[in-house]
């Protein structure tokens, strides 16, 4: 018998012979294990060797962060995953779990008995799962293939299941069939006597036996038609043995083999749910079109569609309206191509076009634009007007690749990069994508280093009272002093931090720096004011983000009322019973809370107004164009109105001119900030303003 085969991938050496150590002196026997310390190695590795069980350090020379196991999980989605964690590093190990890992190791324990005892559990129990989902599939498929229709019922009788040959041969669905009397889905009369007939599935549930080869009877379907029939009927057992129902077999005597053939096949080469070609028929006729455009001298383009934020629909209208939807955007994907082409779904949400005959790069942009345009209008859903937008990579033979699977990849590589600017356009694949790839790479590790060679500073914009024009708090922004690009915004580091793992470090120091600041300032002789400071979803929800706001505010002494922490509405209701806890606990501390972004978010007013909140923050693309009758000023009095009624302050972001300003006084809307107010600036301007104050001419 073969020893499992553990992949370690660490680059830290101690750690590796910690495992080593641990795995060859299991108590029931040894593993073989394969070391790697990069990233690049280990997916070599997975390529080409058996592997049953991989334990990966998400801080590698190659790749840092979530995006590290993201490039595993896919390379190698049936093999276990467990990450390599300090304690510092447990909130990213989590979130691995919550895509996909099956746990973590805790570093500094891994010469422990009970490491390769997990591991095996976690082998056995992924090959039991492998196991039973084959199982299961095998018997879908057999069921939905055979050319038999088959029919479950209860103990009672009652219809529980139908396969899909049921369904046409007795002409009902299972969602109307399930619950009734078998007799009345299927009608059951002697061929001769027409005498109804159904005493033997009786017996076969009575006696728990089985009844085999009942010929010479019709089977009268839903719509009156009749068809002769031979049926077997059989006892349905659990797992321990209980009897649990009856399962029919009805046989269409005059069904062909041919068609059963034919079914088979289809079944084989279609996706279930869509109807469209799957990847394997997908292979196939790329294959015949490079073959095509070989002797014609013309070009293909593969088109890989992935459509934009498809989990909301799930998350929000349950799994059943989100195949609805793939269902129709399939539809309308085969309404976009011509006959020649051919349309395939590749699991989840994604799709490829691959069109033929093409001649020129515009020939597949505007293929590109007719599927954005198409995909884009509303899809009536149950009674929801579902509005989805895609992203779409483009790559094309022969200057992408010169066979199906780079063809693909490429294709899928430019379609990433179509989410990257901004989701909702079609892009080419270059290139120069791997250049960009390799730049981000760069940013990445220049942001590891970024906190101790002290590369950070806050800059604080204020906020302005709009009755009395004074100063009542400041908003902390986030700026890096990078060494070579120099002052750099959020919006170009602050994705990066989340996705490989940093943004909870450089978020507890962004609260302590502010902390230290509004300290500082008492200290100048300056009134206290508020200082707010933006969370992130993955720090509001990691682990001990509690206990570090704690341990800030008992480090730098400073009151707690004087904090305020900015949420997004997604943040809050990404969890909703979670939020509320948290949101308690540090009501209880005394910071102050506030929505940010107001009225771009999904939440639910009902659960909103459960929060202990105390401001709503006006989003800046709602104070553009005001107006007293556009739909910006009706939005903006609606939210301020709510607010006074809820006993909010409201607080209204990007006021940029002295028209938005007064339009806000007149709405009577608390506070304000903005450039028209002052720029963000840094701590030591800051302390200016507050001593000389906004300049009356901007409150009118």
Known sequence: MQNNVVLIITSIQADAVDLQRGLAEARDGPFDHICVQSLAEALERIGCTRIDIILVDLALPDSAGLATFDRLFAAAPTVPILTLAAHAEESIAIEAIQRGAQGFLSKGHFHNTLVPQALRSIIHRRAVEAALFQEKERSRVILEAIGEAVLGTDL?????????????????????????????????IDGTTREVVWDHVHSAIEHDKPVQGIAGM????????????????????????????????????SASQAATFKKMTYL???????????????????????????????GLAVLFLDLDNFKHVNDSLGHAVGDKLLQSVAQRLGACIRQSDTVSRQGGDEFIIVTTDERHAQDAAQSARKVLT???????????????????????????????????????????????????????????MNVRAVERQTLEAHLRHALERAEFVLHYQPKVDLTSGAITGAEALLR??????????????????????????????????????????????????????????????????LDGVRAVLEETRVDARQLEFELTESVLMRDVEASHSTLQELKAL????????????????????????????IDQSFVLDLAPHSDNGIIVAAVVGMGRNLHLRVVAEGVETRAQCRFLQEKHCDEAQGFYFSAPVNADAFAQLMRTGISARNLL
Request: negative net charge.
């Open 156 to 188: 009672s009788g009652q219809v529980d299941y139908l396969n899909p040959v049921a369904e046409s041969m007795t002409g009902w669905p299972l969602g109307g069939a399930r619950g009734l009397p078998l007799a009345q889905v299927a009608y059951l």
């Open 218 to 253: 019709l089977l009268v379907r839903r719509d009156g038609h009749e068809t002769a029939v031979d049926m077997s009927v059989g006892p349905l057992h659990e797992r321990d043995g209980k009897l649990s129902g009856a399962v029919v077999v009805l046989h269409d005597a």
């Open 268 to 298: 084989a080469e279609h996706d279930f749910l869509t109807g469209l070609p799957n990847r394997l028929m997908l292979n196939d006729r790329i294959g015949q079109a490079i073959s095509h455009c070989a002797r014609s001298g013309t």
């Open 374 to 432: 198409e995909i884009a209008a509303p899809h009536i859903i149950d009674g929801h007007h579902l509005q989805v937008t895609t992203s779409v990579g483009i790559s094309v033979y022969p200057d992408d690749g010169n066979d199906a699977d780079t063809l693909v990849k490429n294709a899928d590589t430019a379609m990433y990069h179509a989410k990257s600017q901004g989701r909702d356009n079609y892009q080419f694949f270059n290139s120069a």
């Open 480 to 545: 890096w002093q990078h060494r070579q690009r120099g002052l750099t915004l959020p919006s170009q580091f602050v994705p990066i931090a989340e996705d490989c793992g940093l943004i909870a470090h450089i978020g507890r120091w962004v609260l302590r720096q502010a902390c230290v600041q509004a300290r500082r300032w008492c200290e100048d002789g300056l009134p206290p004011v508020s200082i707010a400071v933006n969370v992130s979803a993955s720090e509001f929800h990691g682990r001990g983000f």
């Open 590 to 617: 005394g910071v102050r809370l506030a929505v940010d972004d107001f009225g771009t978010g999904y939440s639910s007013l009902s659960y909103l107004r459960q929060f202990p909140i105390d401001a709503l923050k």
